[in-house]
T-cell receptor, first 110, second 115 residues
């Protein structure tokens, strides 16, 4: 059962632009929503995370927007750089384990 | 380096052979997780431990798979009678139970190829 749906599957953004990745979840018992960044051949690296009682969290160029009523959340990367080119995964935490979306391959063109 | 480590990083084996992977979590973390990631997909939960107790196993974890964490530190994941469908990246993560910290930190993974 797919409990976290992520879109788009791939995204191309010009350097300096804003990258936006969206996720929707089904399980209202999720209590924590992290985003991970993964480079080829590497493990996922925790980027930023939010709790459902907060509508927005910002860390540097990365912002999570969270809409509890719509069961949706999104990652915004401001001033996107070529080094941000990677695959991004959203996830929801339920009963201690993470349920991941299918990933978004982000390419930042110089 | 105080991150999660996994060994080996790559494993090629023939169908029917047994393989074992090792994970060393961040030293103070008492929870340890195993996930599996196939190409183009997000990681899928397999099992997790709190200290030495295995608290949950996914239905993805067939009876050919077994995981242990005998002393509450490192963990091993064994796959018996490997099949081509077992080819994937096996990821280990660790976290600190309790309080307000929910972060799971992943290791670099073990890529398994079954020929």
């Amino acid at each position: 059962q797919q409990q976290v749906k992520q879109s788009p599957q791939s995204l191309i953004v010009q350097k300096g632009g804003i990258s936006i990745i969206n996720c929707a979840y089904e399980n209202t018992a999720f209590d924590y929503f992290p985003w991970y960044q993964q480079f080829p051949g590497k493990g996922p690296a925790l980027l930023i995370a939010i709790r459902p009682d907060v509508s927005e969290k910002k860390e540097g160029r990365f912002t999570i927007s969270f809409n509890k009523s719509a069961k949706q959340f999104s990652l915004h990367i401001m001033d996107s750089q070529p080094g941000d080119s990677a695959t991004y995964f959203c996830a929801g935490r339920g009963a201690q384990k993470l349920v991941f979306g299918q990933g978004t391959r982000l390419t930042i063109n110089p | 380096d105080t991150g999660v480590s996994q060994d080996p990083r790559h494993k090629i084996t023939k169908r029917g052979q047994n393989v074992t992977f090792r994970c060393d979590p961040i030293s103070e973390h008492n929870r340890l997780y195993w996930y599996r990631q196939t190409l183009g997909q997000g990681p899928e939960f397999l099992t997790y431990f709190q200290n030495e107790a295995q608290l949950e196993k996914s239905r993805l974890l067939s009876d050919r798979f077994s995981a242990e964490r005998p002393k509450g530190s490192f963990s091993t994941l064994e796959i018996q009678r490997t099949e081509q469908g077992d080819s994937a990246m096996y990821l280990c993560a660790s976290s600190l139970a309790g309080g307000s910290t929910y972060e799971q930190y992943f290791g670099p993974g073990t890529r398994l190829t079954v020929t």
